[in-house]
């Protein structure tokens, strides 16, 4: 919005103006936006939820016995503080004529409804059970498929349908109408696998930060004609526009963070963790680094990787490979103090996220 109320009217007559025309001043002020906003409304948004929740987010029976006696009480439905000034930041900074941005945030916010509709019937029931597996996998991949077929309308027709391989300098498969199956994988793939991550105070949101931080550097590249041709990536028109909102996605993230840490006054749940993880999808399949999604994000990759073998071997077996699952539930029951895994798996998005830019010269 700033970009047309100031710069496009404006620019020529008072030179300051200019800088609503550079995607790094609006990536700045997306960030510190997103955060003043969550940090405004975070106390009166985390009361609300306290009264109409009652006693909180229901806990699962078959988890870690302490979250029964810990978190208890503490209310579900946080993604509010982080899609809010998400979508806020976003449509004050970013430039709207912007194809990729109406995209990411039609994700964002289907998923984002989608998740409170799910914590709802999850609070309103005092069940860990919600929608349907069935009926949110349907809904889940209805959306991640239309916003592939959407996203490849946008993009240059030389690209359309392609799947770019990292590491080399020319390696593209042309799956064509078949992109769209797989880019809707990645969206609703990323979407449950920060699903899975979001069991601990802190555990999903930092790395979701560190994630959407490499994508903003990826965005800005793709997206600006020299950068691309210098690096040999594939130039992806309008792309960098992106920016803004992965930087409105971090600061938002910053400001719920300071009410989620240990111990946390209000939860994320399904509200915020499938549309962090969606929106993060979508972009990877904007910006044409699905490939790079994978490493950057490779603990949301480990956590999903976890919950599958225990239900193969478990199934196929009867035992279990781990403890518990998510693998993060594994290391609470091998006796490890929760602030030590958040931590610990902290450190290890920041080594994924150098690798996964290390990508970027390895053409």
Known sequence: MFHFLFYLPHADQLAVLRLFKYLTFRSGGA?????????????ALIRWLKVKQGKGQPIRADGPQRHVVEKQGTPTMGGLL????????????????????????????????????????????????????????????GIAFLATGLIMVVEDKSLAGILVVP???????????????????????????????????????????????????????VGNEKFANYLQLDYIRDAGELAVFLAALIGAGLGFLWYNAPPAMVFMGDTGSLPLGGALG????AVKHEIVLAIVGGLFVLETISVVVQ????????????RMAPIHHHFEQLGWREPTIVIRFWIIAVVLALVGLSTLKLR
């Open 31 to 43: 960030v510190l936006t997103a955060l003043f906003v969550a940090f405004w409304m975070g106390p």
């Open 311 to 322: 239900v193969i071997s478990f199934k196929l077996t009867g035992k279990r490979v781990f």
């Open 282 to 285: 979508a972009v990877a399949v």
């Open 167 to 221: 590491f080399f300098k020319s390696v593209m498969l042309p799956l064509g109408v078949l992109f769209v199956v797989f880019g809707g994988c990645v969206i609703a793939g990323a979407a449950n696998a920060v699903n899975f991550t979001d069991g601990l105070d802190g555990l999903a949101i930092m790395p979701v930060m560190i994630a959407a931080g490499a994508f903003v550097l990826i965005a800005y590249l």
């Open 82 to 141: 982080i899609l809010l000034p998400v979508v806020i930041a976003t449509l004050l900074w970013a430039d709207l004529s912007n194809a990729y941005v109406w995209i990411v945030l039609m994700v964002t916010l289907a998923y984002g409804a989608l998740g409170f509709a799910d914590d709802y019937l999850k609070v309103t029931k005092r069940s860990s059970d919600g929608i349907s597996g069935r009926l949110r996998l349907l809904v889940e991949f």
